[in-house]
């Protein structure tokens, strides 16, 4: 039998248990009775050890049992194992408590820093096709390598290694999508444990490791508190955290070796694993901690709220180690006494009640400090833990979600927890700047898809203010193996225990996109049983499948809301849409235009949101790209050498280097929780009305300023601001006396909610009168400007393993008829009629027939061809050379825009704008120049006087233009004018259905526009 040393005192007997999996008639099959400190054998995970037969021996159930270990997807496990993983369900809620780690710094060191790492990989590098979708069978080197030993010799393969960090980043193997390979690293530090620790027991915390985690201390193994698998020292979960207890080997005053095995691929990797970049090693914080003898394991903290604007805090805790101990609560900036209580049989419940408590939302992260001190029989401290907390209550009612009694919309966003350059490794600079963005972006709610994050990030959403949706780490994975239930437990335990306690953390949703499994429900009901206070969703799953609070269905069209909305009102179940809507590719469009055509979707599906009280929230997928600069030279995906970014999709509200994309502003003016109405109401000789409209749930608008400037040709005449009092989930009207003088003169008067921080929530510009244009058109064609070409790109989209690929096909003339047969001008063109082919080998398809008369082209299109999606239609004008200045004049979205943002209502683009990778969007007028303007009222293309191409439309058939570069022998600039630009095809399209263009056999178009020449007004 293997010596795992002493297991955990347990401060409460364990009574009577029935095992899931012991027969009834154990005893008289044989089985014997083992006590707990019979200790266990059923370890034999080890790959180190040989084929001989264990002993298997279970602690706390009937059996010893003889088997001879078998292989299952590589690993080596008992045909005992099954009846040990039922058991571990059992005993792992009570003896897997862990401790907290201390307040006080003079017992907490942090192992962050430089470590010995050497890469084991197991059958070398796979390839890209190895990670679809398909487990990947588990490799280990034939010999473990005793690196744990403290004599042991390192050779030339061992190198420096970040901790945290992954070692894909480090470029020590590649980084893999989806599904692990083989690589296993080996980590060794050399640390000292202080001398003035001795007598105090040392943990380790180790917040994540990607993803089984092997520890031993000074060459042998150390126990781990929830061991994986029934190995002692040995965590399989990389998302969640986990502790070791070094004290049986630890050496106070001197140097200790600490030596942890990190394997990627393992058992359980595939609930880790998922639709995101899989990078391995020790990413997030190592932390070394001691406390006392007898200490709080745990705590539990929850909030209620009462009557009488009162709220009762109640807090639940164990005693470990001393069997006598008192407890005492206080709440700073509070005027209520201690809180005193004895902790009877190993436990404290305590309670206060707060008069008028200032509550926690995300409008108003209101935080107190709790301090608990642990005090002996003789009234002395013995530990002293300090928690922020958040008074607030998450409820349903009538199929409504509330926070704090008031409902409430989850504004969200689906984020994962990656960077370009650091991988997993994030930290706080990363989660503070991406909180700011999203605030700044009237973002209120993040779900951590697909697991939980590092515990800093929890800390800063309760300071900063968002809602949280805590994802319990299952995406993409059988849910139906009993076997497995025990990871899948872990893995709730874990998430819940450390999060519980935050304010921030509204929601537990379980997994992402599963297929139905007796998992789901195992973890349901323990999450319920662990935290009875949050509501539960399982992904894309009815609530009552498995009795949970929440629905959730993922890309929803808005047209199916009043049926899922039904539904909820009959179960009382809210139906939340946790990935809804997608975010668009930008390869599978036609241009970066497609940013701001990504608006509506937002908006429409937003508006559905908004429409029904049983719809808590959207959560649009993705906040950034799913992309990392992993420095190993073997790629196994597609990979942009410009950047060194390493990628499957580049849909990204901002990149992976968190630089905004253009829909990062639709983001912000679809969910602004103000708005603004399209046009005054009323306007006198001095003062003005606007509609308002408050969808704060707290926040009256007192609490910001509005601020005004009235403007005349972009300069402003006068400005100020004021607070204006609107009651939170209300409509009015906002009113603002002006100075006479000011307001006669202004052609503008623009408005703005903004923080006192200088948050602006959104602003709108109203128009006084109109503003004199600074060009025109002119009648005479620019010189030598030749007949425009014919724009027609067909596309086809598919899913073709892990893309999304678009195959474009472009138009071709033949049969062209000129009226005069030598036009080549435009200015000597009457009409002219052609045969349309398109398709590899030229299929007819339709005819064109197109006119130029008095200063008008127009044209008329018979389509003959099959069933084609159009990903752009129009015409391609050549102006002359030196026309690189890209004008327009459209009906924008919105009445302001940032500088340089594309979406913006006219502005003038140079071609150097061009110029910006895809993967890393570091100007603001990114793709400015060769970005489609939807909806034009003119354009042009010129030289930087003025002079050159202008087109002007008729408003009740706006074209949409962008510039962009000719693939002609002869390179120059060309102006794009298209009746049509479809977004990408993908599955948010439904909602936009409108904004594409399907030709069938018989359909025709038409359409006409002015060409002249643009003249500057002095």
């Known amino acids: 039998m293997i010596d795992h040393g002493p297991l955990p005192n347990l401060s409460r007997p364990f009574g009577t248990r029935t095992i899931p999996g012991v027969p009834p008639n154990a005893e008289a099959l044989g089985y014997s009775r083992m006590s707990l400190r019979d200790k266990s054998a059923a370890l034999e995970c080890d790959r180190s050890r040989g084929p001989n037969p264990l002993k298997i021996e279970i602690p706390y159930c009937r059996f010893v049992q003889t088997a001879t270990p078998t292989r299952r997807n590589g690993v080596r496990r008992s045909v005992a194992a099954a009846i040990f993983y039922s058991l571990a369900t059992i005993l792992y809620p009570l003896i897997a408590q862990g401790a907290l780690i201390p307040s006080e710094p003079d017992h907490v ?54 901790v945290p960090g992954n070692w894909e980043m480090a470029g020590y193997s590649p980084a893999t999508y989806n599904q692990p390979d083989n690589a296993i690293g080996l980590y060794r530090l050399w640390f000292e444990v202080p001398a003035a620790w001795k007598g105090r027991p040392v943990r380790l915390n180790f917040d994540g490791v990607q993803n089984g985690a092997e520890v031993f201390l000074n060459g042998k193994p150390v126990a781990v508190d929830e061991p994986s698998w029934g190995r002692e020292n040995y965590h399989e979960s990389g998302w969640t955290a986990f502790q070791v207890d070094l004290t049986p080997q630890v050496k106070f005053g001197a140097k200790n070796l600490l030596a942890v095995r990190v394997t990627k691929n393992t058992r359980s990797a595939n609930l ?96 107190y400090t709790l301090n608990l001190q642990l005090r002996d029989v003789h009234d002395e401290i013995i530990e002293t833990v300090t928690k922020r907390i958040g008074i607030r209550e998450v409820s349903i009612s009538n199929a409504v979600f509330l926070v704090n009694g008031v409902p409430v919309k989850l504004a969200g966003v689906c984020r994962h927890d990656v960077c370009a350059t650091e991988g997993t490794a994030v930290g706080p600079d990363l989660w503070r700047k991406d909180i700011t963005m999203m605030k700044s972006a009237n973002i209120n709610s993040i779900r951590t898809s697909h697991y939980p994050y590092g515990e800093g990030f929890y800390n800063l959403c309760d300071e900063l203010g968002i809602y949280v949706v805590d994802e319990l780490p299952y995406c993409w994975c059988p849910t139906g193996e009993a076997d497995m239930q025990p990871a899948f437990e872990q893995r709730a335990r874990e998430t819940v225990r450390r999060d519980k306690n935050h304010p921030s953390v509204i929601i537990w949703t379980i997994g992402n996109e599963n297929k139905a499994g007796r998992n789901l429900q195992v973890v349901a009901d323990l999450v319920k049983k662990l935290d009875p206070t949050r509501p539960r969703n399982v992904s894309c799953m009815d609530g009552e499948k498995y009795k949970v609070e929440l629905s959730d269905s993922h890309y929803t069209s808005p047209s199916d809301f009043e049926k899922q909305v039904a539904r909820a009102r009959e179960t009382g179940r809210p139906h939340i849409h946790l990935e809804n809507p997608n975010t668009w590719d930008v390869r599978l469009a036609a241009d970066p235009g497609m940013y701001e055509q990504w608006g509506p979707v937002l908006q429409r599906t937003w508006e559905a949101c908004l429409k029904y009280d049983s719809v808590p929230g959207l959560f649009p997928f993705e906040w950034q790209d799913r992309a990392v600069v992993d420095r190993n030279p073997s790629k196994l995906y597609y990979y942009v050498p410009e950047t060194g970014i390493n990628l499957l999709k580049i849909k990204g509200i901002v990149d992976a ?120 058109m002119g009648s005479d064609l620019p010189n030598d400007l030749p007949i425009p070409e014919f724009n027609l790109v067909t596309r086809v989209t598919a899913k073709k393993g892990l893309w999304r690929e678009a195959t474009r096909y472009h138009a071709r003339l033949e049969n062209i008829k000129m009226d005069p047969p030598s036009a080549r001008l435009l200015t000597e063109l009457k009409e002219v009629d052609a045969d349309i082919l398109v398709g590899t080998n030229g299929q007819p398809v339709g005819k064109i027939h197109a006119s130029f008369a008095n200063g008008e082209f127009s044209y008329h299109l018979d389509w003959s061809g099959k069933r084609a999606e159009v990903q752009e239609l129009g015409w391609a004008f050549h102006p002359p050379r030196g026309c690189d200045r890209f004008s327009w004049d459209r009906a924008a979205r919105w009445s302001v825009y940032p500088p340089g943002h594309l979406g913006r209502a006219r502005g003038t683009a140079t071609p150097d704008s061009m110029n910006v990778p895809l993967t890393r969007v570091d100007r603001p007028d990114a793709f400015d120049f060769n970005s ?3 909806d034009c009222n003119w354009a042009s293309l010129t030289s930087e006087s003025g002079q050159g191409l202008r087109i002007e439309f008729d408003p009740k058939q706006r074209f949409h233009c962008r510039a962009g570069v ?32 399907t030709l069938k056999p018989g359909d025709t178009l038409e359409g006409r526009f002015r060409v002249g020449s643009n003249q500057v007004v002095r």
């Open 932 to 934: 489609t303007k939807c």
């Open 966 to 997: 000719s693939e002609d022998k002869e390179p120059g600039l060309i102006l794009f004018v298209n009746q049509q630009v479809s977004p990408p095809d993908d599955i948010s399209k439904p909602v936009v259905s409108d904004l594409y263009l």
């Open 272 to 367: 880790d694993s998922g639709d995101y970049f899989f990078l391995g090693g020790i990413y997030r914080p190592v932390t070394l901690f001691s406390i006392p003898s007898s200490y709080l394991p745990d705590v539990t903290i929850q909030t209620r709220l009462l009557e009488g604007d009162k709220a009762s805090i109640q807090v639940s805790t164990d005693l470990a180690g001393s069997k006598e101990a008192w407890l005492t609560m206080h709440i700073e900036g509070t005027h209520s006494a201690a809180t005193r209580g004895k902790i009877e049989n190993g436990h404290a419940e305590l309670s206060e009640i707060l008069d008028h408590p200032k509550l926690w939302s995300a409008e108003f992260p209101n935080l």
């Open 657 to 776: 280097f968190r630089n905004p994309r253009p829909s990062l502003y639709e983001v912000k003016m679809v969910y602004s929780p103000i708005q603004i109405g399209e046009t005054l109401d009323q306007i006198t000789s001095s003062i003005v009305w606007f509609p308002v409209t408050n969808r704060y749930s707290f926040t009256d608008l007192s609490v910001l300023y509005l601020s005004w400037k009235l403007m005349n040709g972009g300069n402003i005449l006068a400005s100020n601001r004021f607070h204006f009092r609107q009651a939170p989930l209300s409509a009015g009207k906002g009113q603002i006396a002006l100075p006479e003088e000011a307001l006669s003169r202004a052609d503008a008067l623009q408005v703005a909610f903004i923080y006192p921080n200088g948050n602006e929530v959104v602003s709108h510009r109203f128009v006084l009168k109109e503003t004199p244009a600074s060009s025109r």
């Open 109 to 162: 060191i942090s192992l962050d820093g430089t470590w010995r790492f050497k890469l084991e990989q197991a059958g070398g590098y796979d390839s890209a096709a190895d990670h679809g979708g398909k487990p990947m069978p588990i490799h280990a080197p034939e010999k473990a390598e005793p690196f744990q030993e403290p004599k042991y010799m390192e050779g030339k393969e061992w190198v420096d290694l970040k």
